[in-house]
């Protein structure tokens, strides 16, 4: 069964910065893709980025030129570093790993969410 576990968030001032960390339990060069995605308060989730297991990465274009999503293949981690962070980038944060289909039943794999609020 893949697993992800996210961790790193927490309470910073605005124009600060975080770096969130997603640790899987299998190669993350095995998985289609992993991507971090987030909810705010009466929105709906939406994607921050994403990376594919070639290394092809995609921004949500409130985030692009902000944040930056790396991977450690040693590590089977995946890491979204936040800079310049913006009272509006407050939400829980989660990753998302996709599961190729001839592994079995299993499509995905949604992390527990790790809280990020940035303070005006």
């Known amino acids: 069964q893949v697993h992800v576990v996210e961790s790193g968030g927490g309470l910073v001032q605005a124009g600060g910065s975080l770096r969130l960390s997603c640790a899987a339990s299998v190669s993350i060069l095995s998985l289609n893709a992993m991507g971090w995605y987030r909810q705010a308060p009466g929105k709906q989730r939406e994607l921050v980025a994403r990376i594919t297991s070639a290394g092809s990465t995609n921004y949500g274009d409130s985030v692009k030129d902000r944040f930056t999503i790396s991977r450690d293949n040693a590590k089977n981690t995946v890491y979204l570093q936040m800079n310049s962070l913006k009272p509006e980038d407050t939400a829980v944060y989660y990753c998302?790993?996709?599961?190729?289909?001839?592994?079995?039943?299993?499509?995905?794999?949604w992390g527990q969410g790790t809280q990020v609020t940035v303070s005006s």
């Open positions: 998302h790993a996709v599961v190729p289909a001839g592994w079995g039943p299993q499509r995905d794999s």
